[in-house]
């Protein structure tokens, strides 16, 4: 099964298909939900937060101009209610009898990006096929004792066999990543020397 781009998955949503709604929250649930949980807020407001995130993407869907930065809107827009709700929560007086949890505080923009990284890097997993995604995570995940012998056998292939099949699995890797707009396509003469 091959992911659609958040290009493909908008035009969807404008022509009013739940489909491309409920894949599209799957998509980036995580993401927003982990904005509106480091903002501080107590679990109530963080829900609210992750509602109103959704339903101000609902509002604004038809002023909404690159859907390829659907990533960005929805972080931006999900601080921006957080900070809303926090401003409320200060005015507030506290409730000295009920225990409120609350997250250590705002997400560093860093951490956001590397959130939205990962994001992005699992949807592009689940664009290239099993057998590629298995071998990618066999790499990346294998505890330090595993050599490239025990790899390949987990695998039933060929030791020297190995190198190959992983770079073609990167660059399918690669190209998910490219077709769901998360990276752009290096020409040839931009290589560097």
């Known amino acids: 099964m091959t992911s659609r781009t958040d290009q493909e998955l908008w035009v969807d949503i404008l022509a009013g298909n739940n489909k ?15 904005v509106c949980m480091r903002a501080g807020l107590s679990m109530p407001d963080v829900a609210d937060c992750f509602q109103q995130t959704w339903v101000l993407l609902y509002k604004n869907r038809k002023s909404l ?6 990533s960005a809107w929805l972080v931006t827009t999900a601080k921006r209610e957080a900070m809303r709700l ?12 009920e225990m409120i949890w609350k997250a250590p505080g705002p997400l560093p923009d860093e951490e956001l990006e590397k959130i939205e990284c990962q994001v992005q890097l699992e949807l ?12 990618l995570h066999a790499f990346f995940f294998a505890t330090e004792e595993k050599s490239y012998e025990d790899i390949a056998r987990s695998f039933g292939i060929p030791a020297n066999s190995l190198g190959p099949i992983r770079r073609r699995c990167l660059e399918k890797l690669k190209r998910a990543l490219i077709d769901m707009g998360y990276i752009e396509e290096r020409k040839i003469d931009e290589e560097p020397l």
């Open 20 to 34: 491309g709604w409920e894949e599209l929250i799957r998509r980036y649930q995580s993401l927003v939900y982990a």
């Open 65 to 70: 101009k690159d859907p390829s930065r659907l």
């Open 86 to 97: 926090r401003k409320l929560a200060d005015k507030e007086p506290e409730d000295t009898e």
């Open 124 to 135: 592009a997993l689940g664009a290239i096929d099993e057998r590629c995604r298995k071998i």
